[in-house]
């Protein structure tokens, strides 16, 4: 199977990849803890995601032993620092691992040219495989869909102000049967020099003024949760909606993510 490194593919070093593991992502683990050791009574959640790990095994063949050696020293240049790796099977979809581990197997001995194994271990701290290109869909009162992957995406969604001011905007996340999963309701005045950025993945508000960054964003959070768009809220990953409310004015915006796997 054809796999890429930093978006060059191996196989312009060796000879063939023979086989690539680590498909699916690590389960996700929930547990309770205690966070605050003098008040034993209260409980958080806590979330545990295993590294992925995905092993690759090349064929490499050389007519000479030196010419062999070769080849390993130019691979070994390739597996330097942060990676980027993508797979012929879904070139859309991308892992950022580091190399944690060389297996080199010399079949038949280390002065022969028979067929040299070599099984590359990648670690990706962020299991995530991500899609290269971000989707980005406008908002509104009406619903849009929103298609997700199959691992839960944070989005970024951008709040324009508006003439009159657009106040008291809330986004509304729906699953596929048209159920509300999330509200986030917002607080303030958005004038149509105003853009309100909604981080749902650091769960942070940033207000903008003209394009200059003010230091009340957060202020802006009034209640609710910031939208999250879980594939379990949808059919086979379709059919969950963001939507628009405000109390006063037209709520417009934009949603920004990357689809997950």
């Known amino acids: 199977m054809p796999t890429y490194l930093n978006d060059r593919p191996i196989e312009d070093v060796i000879d063939a990849v023979l086989r690539v593991d680590g498909h699916i992502a690590p389960t996700v683990t929930v547990r309770t803890r205690v966070p605050v050791a003098n008040a034993p009574g209260l409980f958080g959640i806590g979330v545990e995601v295993a590294p992925r790990t995905v092993q690759v095994v090349l064929d490499v063949r050389s007519t000479t032993p030196v010419a062999r050696a070769a080849t390993i020293d130019n691979l070994a240049r390739r597996l ?6 993508r797979t012929d ?36 701290v962020d299991p995530t495989r991500y899609e290269r290109d971000a989707i980005c869909f406008g908002l509104s009162t009406s619903r849009r869909e929103v ?71 957060n202020a802006f959070f009034a209640s609710g949760s910031f939208p999250v768009l879980d594939p379990e ?26 689809k997950g796997y």
Do not use: H, W
């Open 233 to 258: 809220d949808s059919l086979d990953g379709a059919g969950i909606t963001l939507e628009l409310t405000s109390n006063a004015g037209t709520a417009t915006g934009l949603v920004l993510y990357r």
């Open 89 to 124: 099977d879904t070139p859309d979809r991308e892992l950022y691992c580091t190399c944690s581990g060389v297996e080199v197997s010399l079949y038949n001995g280390a002065y022969a040219l028979g067929t040299v194994s070599v099984e590359l271990t990648f670690t990706a």
């Open 80 to 85: 330097k620092g942060l990676l980027l790796l």
């Open 147 to 217: 298609p997700v992957g199959t691992v839960p995406s944070a989005p970024l969604i951008y709040l324009y102000g508006g003439s009159p001011t657009v106040t008291g905007v809330q986004i509304i996340t729906r699953n596929y049967t048209g159920d509300e999963v999330s509200r986030m309701t917002t607080l303030g005045s958005l004038a149509s020099t105003s853009a309100l950025v909604v981080d749902c993945a650091k769960q942070s508000c940033s207000l903008y003024t003209a394009g200059v960054l003010q230091a009340n964003g």
